[in-house]
């Protein structure tokens, strides 16, 4: 059995172009991922062409063996592996582009593959429950979904700037798309408890960052809007 994935270290800016990504038996194919940005290689049953990765769409009711072990390998292999992935960027190459996976489209070669994986790496069984440390945090650490705090790249820009100079070890920003489909899952979200207990613990620190008053007051309204917000679900 073979799996592996491929991914690009230095981004695109720095090389001024954009890698297509394929699937991999060994030799590649012609289907190219979709949403996955990373090259995907594995022990895939091919199709009697030896070009098309053998599939029929609904492998609980197929009763093709080898569409059913392809389907293992999508679902049960390679998002594992994906995740190990993210977590040797987060501790290795914390600067370089994360590959996490993106928005997903079906096409003639890709005809739900590439929907497999990132449906189940953003899945309780996998993203949720792995120990693998996938999130660089504020402070530059790497720490476990378990550990991290999420918080929305969505958020008014004065309490993001706030959050950066403080840089709190477990406090992580996802990319948008990424933070969406993290937010279905039961992970600690940011929220006001968590701005008022991190200034609290680091109220010499926030003394001294020199706050203006515009920002001092959008900080407060954030705080009183969603003390508001509690109230009214109370």
Not at 32 to 44: I, Q
Not at 79 to 87: A, D, G, R, S, T
Request: some cysteine; proline content about 8%.
């Amino acid at each position: 059995l073979n799996v592996g994935l491929a991914a690009q270290i230095s981004s695109n800016e720095v090389t001024g172009r954009k890698i297509p990504y394929h699937f991999f038996a060994s030799l590649p194919l012609p289907a190219a991922t979709s949403g996955l940005p990373v090259h995907v290689n594995a022990s895939f049953a091919l199709a009697d062409d030896r070009r098309n990765i053998r599939w029929d769409g609904n492998h609980e009711k197929s009763s093709n063996e080898d569409a059913k072990f392809n389907h293992w390998l999508l679902s049960k292999k390679l998002p594992q592996l994906y995740i190990y992935l993210i977590e040797l960027f987060a501790k290795e190459h914390p600067k370089c582009p994360c590959p996490w996976p993106g928005p997903t489209a079906s096409s003639p070669s890709d005809p739900g593959l590439s929907r497999v994986v990132h449906d189940e790496l953003y899945s309780d069984d996998c993203l949720k429950s792995t120990p693998r440390l996938v999130f660089q945090s504020l402070a530059g650490r790497a720490v476990s979904p378990s550990q991290a705090v999420i918080c929305s790249p969505r958020e008014p820009e004065a309490i993001k700037d706030l959050l950066r100079r403080l840089r709190p070890d477990n406090l992580v920003e996802p990319p948008v798309y990424v933070c969406d489909k993290v937010s279905k899952l039961s992970l600690r979200k940011m929220d006001r408890d968590y701005i008022c207990d991190l200034i609290r613990r680091e109220r010499d620190r926030f003394v001294t960052l020199h706050q203006d008053m515009q920002t001092i007051v959008s900080i407060l309204k954030y705080l009183l809007e969603h003390d508001k917000r509690a109230e009214s679900k109370t």
